[in-house]
């Protein structure tokens, strides 16, 4: 067995790449994981995408619980989709979508955030409140954080908006 993640059939030198890939991106999501406050965003040009998100999102976690918030769910899913991070400030449930990028030349990782999305996230918020809701709150808000990778060895930049949209509907 080369890994216990890799199946011993995969011929020795894909797993062998597969294997250091996969110890890079958990180093990576480890070291976020632990000290998220002083750890870059950088990363090899190479990295899937998804991984990229990952690790925004481990950031994430660790700026919301520095700020003060607590972690209930990171992420939660169900049929009608996934909100990235549901935590606690104070007796407010929050519902947290972030959205990381490598720059701003496609735009903000904010913007991203469109009413389709809204939409989605508000499903999904709806979903929880009526068949888990094991957090007790007095208030429910929805916020965006979006994260920007600084140049090299620098801390990203972290825009987070509170009450970023609301269910007018609902809450």
């Known amino acids: 067995m080369i890994h216990p993640l890799i199946p011993d059939e995969i011929s020795p030198g894909f797993s062998l790449i597969l294997t250091v890939q996969l110890c890079i991106n958990l180093g990576n999501i480890r070291k976020f994981a632990k000290e998220p406050h002083s750890v870059s965003m950088g990363v090899d040009v190479g990295l899937e995408e998804k991984h990229f998100g ?8 660790g700026y919301l619980q520095r700020e003060g918030f607590s972690i209930r769910f990171a992420p939660f899913r169900c049929r009608s989709g996934e909100i990235d991070i549901i935590a606690t400030e104070g007796e407010t449930l929050v519902f947290i979508e972030v959205k990381t990028r490598r720059s701003l ?27 888990i809701q ?11 954080l979006g ?20 269910d007018e509907s609902r809450f």
């Open 134 to 144: 094991s957090v007790p709150f007095r208030f429910c808000r929805f916020d965006v």
């Open 54 to 61: 990952n690790l925004g999102e481990s950031f994430a976690r």
């Open 147 to 166: 994260i920007v990778q600084g140049p090299s060895g620098t801390e990203p930049v972290v825009t987070h908006i509170r009450d970023a949209f609301r």
């Open 105 to 131: 030349q496609f735009g903000s990782p904010i913007e991203a955030v469109n009413e389709a999305k809204r939409r989605q996230i508000l499903k999904v918020a709806r979903f929880f409140i009526a068949q």
